[in-house]
């Protein structure tokens, strides 16, 4: 399993952010590394690999992985299939930089779906001959296989989990009538042939009991570390949403919430550009690194 990217929508620094942490980035007086939108790509033979959503950075980050680079022949690639979370741009518009023709199998609930195919003909690129991309529907709860586009499997098995009843903003409200508020947004729970277990939860509205044991069985934890406090980007920004309105749990909070998880190795992915954790000499840092937890950085490997 890669990291390919570790930040929120936007990345880090963020095109149109002079906030502290951006403006110190591009200064070259920032502790810590700057950050691209958030992907994670994972593989059982290290051969064939599966993303876990499209992010919008997704060339610069193949061309920043040997594993995902073209192997035999003229045109290929070791990227066979992609898992969407939900239907978020920051989570989806990479699918558009993977239209090269190449057979990839795409797993979706129903309506993430039907957002990208029906209401967004750009989408359409992706199937211009018949085996490029295959869409594959999955159901919060019930646990699937990762599979190629013509049907291999890999050994892995994702069980997705609803976080999230909320769809992005460009979704129009008829077709919001008619989606399943549980296939909003997920998060998924990993397992490898050999059991080992990781969770990735890049966005978290709330945690409830059965999700904080499910969690507890996991060897690895990607989390939710989009803003620090509620009201972060309201104060640096002069307004805006709270971290719940937009579906995040602030990481003050989550240190809190998840402090009785004893198997896990705890990480933070998914991380605003905001966020002062980003900045290694702070205090918001050390209070994250005592607490157990580390901070997702792109390039980071794990083994499965
Ligand atoms: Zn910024």
Redo the contacts with the bound molecule.
């Keep these: 399993m890669k990291i390919l990217g570790s930040a929120a929508g936007g990345a880090?620094?963020?095109w149109n952010?002079?906030?502290a942490?951006?403006r110190a980035l591009r200064e070259g007086t920032f502790s810590g590394p700057p950050r691209s939108q958030t992907q994670v790509a994972v593989s059982e033979d290290g051969r064939s690999w599966f993303l876990l959503g499209a992010s919008p950075d997704l060339r610069s980050q193949i061309e920043a992985t040997p594993e995902l680079h073209p192997r035999e022949g003229i045109r290929q690639s070791p990227i066979v299939g992609v898992v969407l979370a939900n239907a978020d741009l920051d989570h989806v518009l990479g699918l558009l930089l993977l239209r090269e023709l190449q057979p990839l199998r795409v797993y979706a609930t129903p309506s993430v779906r039907r957002i990208l195919r029906e209401d967004n003909s750009m989408f359409t690129m992706l199937h211009r001959v018949p085996i490029q991309a295959v869409w594959t529907d999955f159901t919060a709860g019930e646990e699937f296989a990762l599979c190629d586009a013509r049907g291999a499997d890999s050994g892995l098995r994702l069980q997705p989990w609803s976080l999230s009843p909320h769809y992005p903003a460009y979704v129009r409200e008829e077709r919001r009538a008619q989606l399943a508020a549980a296939e909003a947004s997920l998060g998924f729970i990993l397992e490898s042939p050999s059991a080992r277990r990781v969770a990735y939860l890049p966005a978290v509205p709330g945690l409830d009991d059965p999700l904080l044991e499910r969690l507890e069985n996991c060897d690895l934890l990607l989390f939710d570390g989009t803003f620090w406090s509620d009201d972060e980007l309201i104060r640096v920004q002069g307004g805006g949403q709270t971290a719940p309105q937009m579906g995040h749990t602030a990481v003050e909070d989550a240190l809190t919430m998840l402090a009785g998880l004893r198997r896990p190795r705890k990480i933070f992915l998914h991380v605003n550009?905001?966020n002062p954790m980003l900045n290694q000499a702070g205090k918001e840092y050390r209070r994250v690194r005592d607490a157990g937890w580390e901070i997702a950085e792109d390039g980071w490997q794990f083994n499965l």
Excluded: K, Y
Aim: proline residues 10%; contains cysteine; charged residues 0%.
């Design positions: 880090f620094p963020q952010c002079a906030c942490n951006c550009n905001t």
